[in-house]
T-cell receptor, first 115, second 115 residues
């Protein structure tokens, strides 16, 4: 079974600084999707960024970018110019496009942004 | 982005009764919907996957007779917790997928409290 590991239960960053959240995953598939979701105190899951495994180019969405290392099965999220509103739980997720049931989440990383 | 609406956001029910939670895709047709349960300070646990017009596929350890899932149309899936007990109290989240392998969009979640 595929697993997703987030080794950092908590992270802290100073406002306007940069922080990187780690995620590794295990799969035998060559084609899949990876996501980072943000869950603020409201509990609403918000998509931050997604990456298709067949694309070599790292995905970028404004201040959010990923470092996708397919061979190492690593998918880290970099948040630049951190803002107070970035404070939330961040979940890394893996999805197997060939199996609708296979959507796995990591344990999450709680990000605190200090003013 | 695609909108998924979940209702009710909060519900309190008496032990032994049943409660229904609805998940609607408002601006797209969802061939597949997912139901998750989230315990405090933990990640999302996939309960079941429902495909329109067919029986839901439950994850191992999830009681299908207790958590009834119906996906009667391409825009609506329901989760019914039958004979609810206090240990069923939790945060339940639904999500929907437009096309297999694409992004999954989440509802706002529902807090269930069984007293």
């Amino acid at each position: 079974a595929q697993t997703v590991t987030q080794s950092q239960p908590e992270m802290s960053v100073q406002e306007a600084e940069t922080v990187t959240l780690s995620c590794t995953y295990d799969t035998s598939e060559s084609d899949y999707y990876l996501f980072w979701y943000k869950q603020p105190p409201s509990r609403q899951m918000i998509l931050v960024i997604r990456q298709e495994a067949y694309k070599q180019q790292n995905a970028t969405e404004n201040r959010f970018s990923v470092n996708f290392q397919k061979a190492a099965k690593s998918f880290s999220l970099k948040i630049s110019d951190s803002q107070l509103g970035d404070a939330a739980m961040y979940f890394c997720a893996y999805r197997n496009p060939y199996n609708n049931n296979d959507m796995r989440f990591g344990a999450g990383t709680r990000l605190t942004v200090k003013p | 982005g695609a909108v998924v609406s979940q209702h009710p956001s909060r519900v309190i029910c008496k032990s032994g009764t049943s409660v229904k939670i609805e998940c609607r895709s408002l601006d797209f047709q969802a061939t597949t919907m997912f139901w998750y349960r989230q315990f405090p300070k933990q990640s999302l646990m996939l309960m079941a996957t429902s495909n329109e017009g067919s029986k839901a596929t439950y994850e191992q350890g999830v009681e299908k007779d207790k958590f009834l899932i119906n996906h009667a149309s391409l825009t609506l899936s329901t989760l019914t917790v039958t004979s609810a007990h206090p240990e069923d109290s939790s945060f339940y989240i639904c999500s929907a997928s437009i096309i297999s392998g694409n992004t999954i969009y989440f509802g706002e979640g529902s807090w269930l409290t069984v007293v």
